[in-house]
């Protein structure tokens, strides 16, 4: 799966002796401090973004070694012309704060050099009057999973979920897990933003390509309907079993059903559902709860006459 995320242009960096032979493993000639211009890039974090995904530590640190010698370009151009810088160093760096999920808050930090030459000078002018500062990073991932079943959100007969919604108040966000590649990062002509954002232009989605396919947008919208129905029908079976389990299984927290009934699909739910109803029905048999008594021998009017 291709991503796209915003980030920024942080910092200028100071360079040591480490870095200078770091920036020699990627050059082909050795290169002088003054030759150099260096700064940072704020690259992805570990926060929910606006699109409802977020890396965990471990994906970034997984995306760290990817992007070690990714050039930076503009507007996501994949063209030589538009190489203009390039990252020898990455790190991830902890920050004040808890993210989503219950992680520390971290995020990606990209030490990044171009050449200071006559034709770069505009462009490190305008980094440093904080100009160009957002950048929009390329990368990919191997799966997106739920953060409220566990499941992969593109098995929709497991998971149907929808980022952004809540559930018995916890919002739904997609994990993205295991980095596979990173492609490159541009400088991009967006507003400056607090966090990461995201860009679809690498990834489109079926609202993406109706813009340029009008004529399918009925088929789409008649998907749309189908998958909402889909949705409330397991939301109303995840209801229900919970509630037979509450019956069924008196010990069992009703918080704690409805984490376990969040993570199953319809094909799981349906036979779990079987089986409370089969205990439900054992343990609260059909019938009266009034038993009359078999002969009336009491006095008219004696409490003997009706036993419950």
């Avoid at 870095?19 to 002088?32: E, F, G, V």
């Avoid at 190489?83 to 160093?89: D, G, L, N, P, T």
Wanted: hydrophobic letters at 35%.
């Amino acid at each position: 799966m291709k991503l796209s995320k915003r980030a920024q242009v942080k910092e200028g960096v100071d360079l040591s002796e480490e870095d200078l032979a770091l920036i020699h493993a990627q050059s082909r000639s050795p290169l002088t401090a003054e030759e150099i211009y260096p700064f940072a890039v704020r690259l992805c974090d570990n926060r929910v973004d606006r699109d409802g995904e977020r890396f965990p530590r471990q994906t970034l640190e997984e995306l760290a070694p990817l992007f070690v010698g990714k050039c930076g370009i503009f507007d996501h151009r994949w063209s030589a012309r538009e190489q203009v810088a390039r990252i020898y160093r990455t790190e991830v760096v902890d920050e004040e704060g808890t993210a989503e999920g219950g992680e520390g808050r971290c995020y990606l930090k990209g030490y990044a050099y171009m050449m200071r030459t006559e034709s770069n000078k505009d462009l490190i002018a305008e980094i440093e009057g904080g100009i160009k500062r957002e950048v929009s990073v390329g990368c990919s991932v191997a799966r997106r999973v739920c953060s409220i079943c566990g499941a992969d959100l593109e098995d929709r007969s497991r998971c149907t979920h929808v980022k952004g919604e809540e559930y018995h108040g916890q919002r739904c966000w997609a994990e993205l897990l295991q980095a596979t590649d990173a492609y490159e990062w541009s400088f991009v002509a967006v507003p400056a933003q607090e966090r990461a954002g995201v860009i679809k232009g690498l990834s489109p989605t079926l609202k993406d390509l109706v813009q340029s396919h009008p004529e399918c947008r009925s088929e789409l919208e008649r998907l749309e309907e189908e998958a909402a129905r889909g949705r409330r029908y397991l939301s109303s079976l995840r209801e229900e079993v919970a509630r037979l389990g509450g019956m069924a299984e008196p010990g069992l927290r009703q918080k704690t059903l409805r984490s376990i009934v969040e993570r199953l699909g319809e094909e799981e739910l349906t036979a779990l559902k079987r089986l409370y109803e089969a205990r439900v029905e054992e343990a609260y048999p059909e019938g009266s709860q009034l038993s009359y008594a078999s002969s009336r021998t009491g006095r008219e009017g004696s409490d003997e006459v009706f036993r419950i």
